[in-house]
């Protein structure tokens, strides 16, 4: 069996939406740095995310978009009715130096992943996970939507059969809105009720192929047990898919500034470790949000330690401690006064007296019969 396989680039180090915009904060970089720190990310390991071409991002996306993106990082600026049309220069949708490189680095990252796979294997690419992109129009910080070139990506190398699984705070619109209908194609999507993009309702199921889940807030650590437990993993084993795609949001976890779930983030490598032993022969791990630097940066690098058998628990070593000393959240309080365990430790303290909700139940409930009737029906 190969090893797993990490992708990124140094182009997440040095790119910036603009000092007043979420993605202003370090992310991946903060991975690459955190797992060489921990000594879990020799150099056999990682691999240089390429830039997909134009032509590669048209298996999905409109040409006259990409030209657009292409158009725009030259100029540094809109013309005509780019706003309007393509949703370019808005103020979650920014132009900033890299508005088509950075997009497109992740998405060739995500798009090699499915060539990396075809023989199966595992591959974590941190950068991807912007499943809010659409075919013509940039989308919640989202200029393309690298799951989506993921799954067609491994469609093209002969993989029929994709579990994708969404544990990001908001609800994965252009993931949806590219797979709907496809019975090939399950997806599942656990995010918080009422937060944008305010879509994947819990009684919409895209043509058949969806199963959405929103959760109140407050969300906690037993509330995604009983979800992973009683719904997602016994899901994705019936359908016996050839390959998982998880994206693995870290806006769910507790101090992420744009999503107000509870979780620590236990809960999200819980999910990972089920799915994981599933025994899937393909599995194929994206970032997605994230917008603390310290949670999102522990929480992804203990991803990569969890596919590489390597205990998130362990001790921070003096370089990863230097790491995470050396990160910055300016615009916000926690920035100015952040707890020293975010210094000292990758793994939050467990929740042990977190109580399962009545709410969550009765939805899982819901949708495990909601399921069994639509197969029935089929």
Not at 27 to 51: C, E, H, K, Y
Not at 171 to 176: E, L, S, T
Not at 251 to 262: E, K, N, Q, S
Not at 294 to 322: C, E, F, K, Y
Request: proline content about 7%; overall charge negative.
């Amino acid at each position: 069996m190969h090893k797993p396989l990490f992708i990124g680039h140094e182009i997440f180090r040095t790119s910036s939406y603009g000092v007043h915009h979420p993605l202003r904060v370090p992310r991946v970089s903060t991975v690459m740095d955190l797992s060489r720190a921990m000594g879990w990310l020799p150099p056999d390991q990682f691999i240089n995310s390429p830039r997909a071409k134009p032509k590669a991002l048209e298996a999905w996306h409109d040409p006259a978009y990409i030209a657009a993106l292409q158009r725009v990082e030259a100029a540094q600026q809109i013309e005509g009715d780019d706003l309007e049309r393509y949703s370019i220069g808005s103020a979650n949708n920014p132009v900033f130096a890299e508005i088509f490189r950075r997009p497109a680095t992740a998405a060739g990252g995500s798009i090699l992943a499915g060539e990396l796979l075809a023989e199966g294997g595992v591959v974590y690419n941190p950068a991807g996970g912007t499943h809010h992109g659409m075919p013509a129009r940039a989308n919640g910080f989202c200029y393309l939507n690298d799951p989506v070139l993921a799954m067609l990506s491994l469609r093209h190398h002969g993989v029929r059969r994709i579990a994708y699984v969404d544990i990001d705070a908001h609800h994965c619109d252009g993931v949806a809105e590219g797979f709907a209908g496809d019975r090939d194609c399950l997806m599942i999507s656990v995010h918080e009720e009422g937060l944008w993009p305010r879509t994947g309702l819990i009684g919409d199921n895209a043509g058949g192929s969806a199963v959405n889940l929103p959760v109140p807030r407050g969300f906690n650590d037993a509330d995604m047990a009983h979800v992973r437990d009683a719904m997602i993993a016994p899901m994705v084993a019936e359908f016996a898919p050839d390959a998982i795609v998880l994206l693995c949001g870290a806006d769910g976890v507790v101090d992420d500034p744009l999503a107000h779930l509870g979780m620590s983030n236990n809960a999200h490598w819980d999910v990972l470790r089920r799915l994981m032993a599933l025994g899937a022969p393909r599995l194929l791990v994206l970032g997605g949000g994230g917008y603390n630097p310290w949670t999102v940066g522990r929480m992804w690098a203990g991803v990569w330690a969890i596919l590489n058998g390597h205990d998130p628990d362990a001790a921070v070593s003096p370089q990863a401690q230097s790491v995470l000393r050396a990160l910055s959240f300016p615009g916000n309080s926690r920035g100015r006064n952040p707890p020293e365990h975010w210094f000292t430790t990758l793994r939050d303290a467990p929740q042990e007296d977190a109580a399962i909700s009545t709410e969550v139940r009765d939805r899982v409930a819901f949708l495990m019969r909601q399921r069994r009737s639509w197969k029935t029906a089929y």
